[in-house]
């Protein structure tokens, strides 16, 4: 409970709203909301669809979060709640998780990061998420031809992979991505591109 709004003798219950006095907060088990973009509700119930999962069945479907000072995701919990419609305005769906929380190192008004890890991508090509641009089209990445000349390339997304984002699809695993100076590379200019490891070049493209 939190600290009382008032002191004893103080006069309450006045006006036309009722005096608060204090808050009551549950810390175990405890309630992450959080709001999911349109492409990932299809991509979600198509998962779901997948594993025959019902609209019953929210508690079979996990959910990880992280605290800012954390590395990963470590706290786990299960989808407790998804609003039956997506909020026009901003194209996203509200959604709710419960965790468990014996030790209390999830405290309310926290900001997490939220993971909703559905199925397993096998051979996936991964850029990191800082390389993906999105316009009218849709989602794309700056890509450097054979003649180093960079071109934009039309991608379909799947779910994040800590920094990185599945490509489903627009991408061959020998193209060349743009992830350092996304800023300054302009579609149909040369470049004298620097070629990188993966690793190296996710964590260039994080910066």
Same mark, same amino acid.
């Given at each position: 409970? &939190?600290?009382?709004? *008032? !002191?004893?003798? @103080?006069?309450?219950?006045?006006? +036309? !709203?009722? &005096? %608060? %006095? +204090? &808050?009551?907060? @549950?810390?175990?088990?405890?309630?992450?909301?959080?709001?999911?973009?349109?492409?990932? *509700? %299809?991509?979600i119930r198509a998962e779901m669809a997948r594993r025959a999962l019902t609209p019953d069945d929210l508690r079979k479907v996990p959910v990880e979060v992280g605290l800012q000072s954390e590395a990963g995701y470590p706290h786990r919990g299960t989808l407790d709640y998804a609003s039956p419609s997506v909020n026009p305005s901003t194209g996203t769906l509200a959604v709710r998780a419960v965790l468990q929380n014996p030790s209390r190192i999830l405290l309310p008004g926290y900001f997490l990061r939220v993971r909703v890890p559905l199925g397993e991508a096998q051979n996936a090509l991964l850029v990191p998420d800082s390389a993906i641009g999105s316009d009218q089209g849709g989602r794309y990445v700056l890509v450097v031809d054979k003649d180093d000349v960079v071109a934009q390339r039309k991608v379909e997304i799947g779910p994040r992979v800590d920094e990185r984002r599945v490509i489903e699809s627009g991408l061959n695993p020998q193209d060349r991505v743009v992830v350092a100076g996304v800023l300054r590379a302009i579609p149909g200019q040369k470049v004298d591109p620097r070629v990188q490891a993966a690793d190296a070049a996710a964590a260039a493209g994080a910066k």
């Open positions: 409970m &939190t600290a009382r709004q *008032v !002191s004893v003798g @103080q006069f309450v219950g006045s006006g +036309a !709203s009722p &005096t %608060l %006095l +204090a &808050t009551i907060i @549950q810390h175990d088990p405890i309630y992450v909301n959080f709001n999911v973009s349109e492409q990932d *509700v %299809l991509h």
